[in-house]
Structures are given as C-alpha cells and as structure tokens.
C-alpha cells in the first residue's frame, strides 16, 4: 500500500510555455502533499505544502505565481510551472502523506523537466 | 530552525563489506527521523524511520538504524553491502510546524560499491 503515482515522469517544453505536473495518491488519502525540487547530485528542497481544498503554503523564495499549486482532492495535487525558462528545468518529486495520523511520506517518482 | 547533516559526500565501499552512513541534526524537541533511498533519476523510497520507543530501528533491504540522542545522530548501517545498494541516501527530520509536518533532508550521501 501506500503508492503515490506522478505523471508526467519527464517533459520538454518551449521557454515561456506552461507544464503541469500530477500527484496522486493511489491506494490512500492523503492530507497534505508536497512538493520537492531537486537539481542534479544536490538534496531536496521543499517548494511548498499542499493542504487539500486549501492555499498552499510555499516556502521562503519560492515563487507562487510561478509555480501554482492546486489540491482539489484527498487523491490529488498539481504542479504548474508558468511561463517556464530554462532556469527551471530541474526534478521535481511530491509527497503525499496519509491522512489519519500516520507520521509516514511516501514519495512519487519524480518528473525531469527541461525547458529548451 | 532544524537541519540535517551528512558529512559524507561519497562513500565507496566493496561488496560484502560492512557500511555506516552518517546523520546528525539539529532540532529542538524530539524528531522524526528517515532514511530514505534514491537511484538515478527516480523518486525516494524509505527506508526506515524513528519516531519513538526502541532507539534501534530495523529497516527493509538489511538496512539499520540508531538514534542517540546524546549525539543528535541517527547513522544507518548494514553490515554486508550489495552491489545494488549503491545510490544516493538521504537522512531526513521530520518536524511540526503547526499545521503540517514536513521533511528537511540532509544533502545526501552517494554510496558506490566496488566488486
């Protein structure tokens, strides 16, 4: 159990386009999502905190406008990155944790992003 | 606010040999602690993880762990490496911060093993 899925697992885009980036929780619901950056052979920094059917909290530095985050559901959460530079090109991982006291995260797969 | 620290960078060790990777943190109250698992190009997988009770905690893939509070560390170790153990660990805290608990990482250790 415990299997959170996210899609798409690597994408190229077009500087000033758009991506979006899913994270479900398949077998559970989860509270709170979040969402991870990672650039190559450096740890994971933490974007932002997802509460669903609330605003997210973003961490210090991080751009709200640039990177929309939406958790309509127990099950899901989105990743927008808008207007996309090569800047941004980078791992991006989310994490879902269960809802009902459980102290566990379980992670996605990640999503390689590269803006050309 | 809290931190994690791996002083390793890389570590290389050879196949069947024994292996201990450091943590150390710094937190106010009593953390959740995590040890997580990455390869190339793909999300993290735990491998453990501390919260209360016993202080030697037992993981999946032979993989152990021990808080000691006295030292602020939490060092994973195994005592005989596969060749597929190496990837990247990450220790990582878990905090409270009111309305939410999140992870802080470590920077990460690369582990390679030699045959």
């Known amino acids: 159990g415990a299997v959170v899925s996210q899609h798409p697992s690597w994408v190229i885009c077009k500087s000033g386009t758009s991506v979006k980036i899913e994270c479900r929780s398949l077998d559970f619901q989860a509270t709170t999502m979040f969402w991870y950056r990672q650039f190559p052979k450096q740890s994971l920094m933490l974007m932002a905190t997802?509460?669903?059917?609330?605003?997210?909290?973003?961490e210090q530095g991080v751009e709200k406008d640039k990177f929309l985050i939406n958790h309509a559901s127990l099950t899901l959460s989105t990743l927008t990155v808008t207007s996309a530079h090569p800047e941004d090109s980078s791992f991006y991982i989310c994490s879902a944790r269960r809802q009902g006291g459980s102290r566990g995260y379980t992670f996605g797969s990640g999503t390689r992003l590269t803006v050309v | 606010a809290q931190s994690v620290t791996q002083p390793d960078i890389h570590i290389t060790v050879s196949e069947g040999a024994s292996l201990e990777l450091r943590c150390n943190y710094s937190?106010?109250?009593?953390?959740?602690l995590f040890w997580y698992v990455q390869s190339p190009g793909q999300g993290l997988q735990l491998l453990l993880k501390y919260f209360s009770g016993d202080t030697l905690v037992q993981g999946i893939k032979g993989f152990e762990a021990e808080f000691k509070r006295s030292q602020s560390s939490f060092n994973l170790r195994k005592p005989s490496v596969h060749w597929s153990d190496a990837a990247e660990y990450f220790c990582a805290v878990g905090v409270n911060t009111g309305t939410a608990s999140k992870l802080t990482f470590g920077t990460g250790t690369r582990l390679q093993v030699t045959l």
């Open positions: 937190y106010g109250a009593t953390p959740y």
């Open positions: 997802s509460n669903e059917g609330s605003k997210a909290t973003y």
